[in-house]
């Protein structure tokens, strides 16, 4: 019954910040059961966990992306948004967000929104 969707800007230039968000309905981010990842998918290559948001609020992220990203819950809209700082277009990717039932690497990720693209480029 959960349902999950991403929205973003599309295209942006380099050294901009990307923000995204991901809309959860039949379901809530402000439960005490579910975490919430992101996920990229590079052009030609695979999956990348990128963080996650606890349902305490606690968030972990990639070692790699640990400076640059940021994600954060807003209960009222139900919403979990990513923020990604000084992008390149190495950060050209399918960005997905996707409901997680106990941190648990990727067999835990039951339920995944349908991917935004975004592209970095001058």
């Known amino acids: 019954q959960v349902q999950l969707r991403e929205s973003g800007p599309g295209l942006v230039k380099p050294s901009q910040t990307v923000s995204l968000t991901c809309t959860v309905s039949g379901g809530s981010v402000a439960n005490n059961v579910d975490y919430w990842t992101w996920i990229r998918q590079p052009p030609g290559k695979g999956l990348e966990w990128m963080g996650t948001i606890a349902y305490s609020g606690g968030t972990y992220y990639s070692p790699p992306l640990k400076s640059r990203a940021s994600i954060s819950k807003d209960t009222t809209k139900n919403q979990v948004t990513l923020q990604l700082s000084s992008v390149t277009p190495e950060d050209t990717a399918v960005y997905y967000c996707?409901?997680?039932?106990?941190?648990?690497?990727?067999?835990?990720?039951?339920?995944w929104g349908q991917g935004t693209q975004v592209t970095v480029s001058s």
């Open positions: 996707a409901r997680d039932l106990a941190l648990g690497g990727w067999n835990t990720l039951d339920v």
